[in-house]
């Protein structure tokens, strides 16, 4: 069946249909990793978005359960070159365009992934619609009227707090639409963690008395949710404080920085970061289309400790009085290297310091 993607500077793809059978609407983005479909596609950063793979061929190896980073994803729609025929691996339980009609998320095939990222790159990330019907006027119309991400972290963000069980560390984790990655590198670490919804405040998380605080990863504007900011301004003063990409972001504000909107965004697994003060580089998975500004970052609060080699956006910070730091990209990769994994063990150190101290004093 042909299906048809619009996009709201006119640019019509025709391809064929996959996944679901519907439509949808929003944010084409494109994700440059060779791999890691699922895990993208889980990742609850995407909300909202049409998520474009540049990689020709998708769905050759399945998909699984354990490679899911939401039970529920929220991305609006793929887009692909071409989805395999057949796919095989000792790990699938499935195939790509059978979960796509679970998940109630419709795709697109067959059309130049090459030329529509190009587009991107060009003019910028731009709103877009997979539709089953030739668009029109009034089609393109409706698209450039459409809002999408008003209150998209009430979306994603835990409605309840949850466990995820441990028997060293005490560590509560604020959902702003958290892969489940992160979760399995706190449990490697023996961490007992409780999920907060991302309007916990500082009061609900000091009552919880953890050893640290971890802020995750999530989709959209950080300066939609100035509470998140006012929360973390209390915390890090008491609590060892960790944040990741949306965590990185509300970090930053919390601390007088001041974010932008990128052109087009970081999103994949092929990301040359390097650490200032080492001269380390890593490579890493990320997923953001917003930065923050380093012109705004105030150096009697804050140190940049990495940089996005290719760009030089801000990719990581460090307080100077607190035991409280940030990155833009994932530690805990799924999908990507993990190069930077040890930053969780610098996590675990900073709370394990603060509690040596607590014992001695």
């Known amino acids: 069946m042909k299906r048809y993607l619009v996009l709201e500077d006119g ?11 519907g439509e949808c609407t929003g944010e084409v983005v494109f994700n440059t990793g060779m791999t890691g479909y699922q895990e993208s596609v889980t990742d609850q950063s995407y909300a909202n978005q049409i998520l474009t793979f540049t990689n020709p061929l998708i769905g050759n190896y399945g998909v699984n359960l354990d490679d899911y980073e939401s039970i529920e994803p929220s991305c609006c729609g793929v887009v692909c070159r071409e989805l395999a025929r057949v796919s095989s691996s000792w790990r ?5 365009d059978h979960f796509l009609k679970q998940m109630d998320i419709p795709g697109i095939k067959g059309i130049d992934t090459r030329m529509l990222t190009k587009i991107i790159r060009s003019h910028g990330t731009m709103k877009g619609r997979i539709t ?25 963000t835990t409605s309840k707090p949850y466990p995820n069980p441990g028997s060293k560390r005490n560590v509560v984790l604020v959902d702003y639409g958290l892969k489940h990655s ?38 959209g504007d950080p300066e939609d949710i100035p509470a998140a900011a006012a929360m973390v301004r209390e ?15 509300v970090f930053a504000l919390a601390n007088g920085a001041k974010t932008f909107k990128m052109k087009f965004g ?22 953001h289309g917003y930065a923050v500004d380093p012109d705004s970052v105030d150096p009697d609060e804050l140190i940049i400790t990495h940089q996005e080699i290719n760009d030089h956006t801000v990719e990581g910070l460090r307080h100077r009085k607190y035991p409280a730091f940030s990155v833009q990209f994932h530690p805990d990769a799924a999908p990507g290297p993990h190069d930077a994994v040890d930053l969780f063990d610098d996590f675990m150190q900073l709370i394990d310091e603060r509690k040596e101290a607590h014992r001695n004093a």
């Not at 699938?92 to 790509?96: E, G, P, V, W």
């Not at 089953?132 to 994603?156: F, M, R, S, Y």
Request: glycine share 10%; proline share 5%; with cysteine.
């Open 182 to 219: 992160m979760l399995r590198e706190l449990g490697k670490r023996g961490c007992n963690t409780i999920v907060l919804p991302a309007t916990a405040t500082a009061e609900e998380i000091l009552r919880l008395n953890p050893d640290g605080v971890l802020l995750s990863n999530g989709p």
């Open 266 to 287: 970081h999103r994949g697994f092929n990301h040359p970061v390097r650490e200032i003060a080492t001269g380390r580089i890593m490579f890493t998975s990320q997923n």
């Open 132 to 156: 089953n019907v030739a668009p029109d006027k009034h089609t393109l119309d409706q698209l450039k009227a459409t809002v999408i991400n008003a209150g998209i972290i009430e979306q994603v």
């Open 235 to 249: 915390v890090e003063k008491h609590i060892p404080l960790m944040g990741i990409c949306m965590g990185h972001q």
């Open 92 to 96: 699938k339980q499935d195939t790509f």
């Open 11 to 21: 640019t019509v793809f025709t391809g064929e249909a996959f996944g679901a059978a």
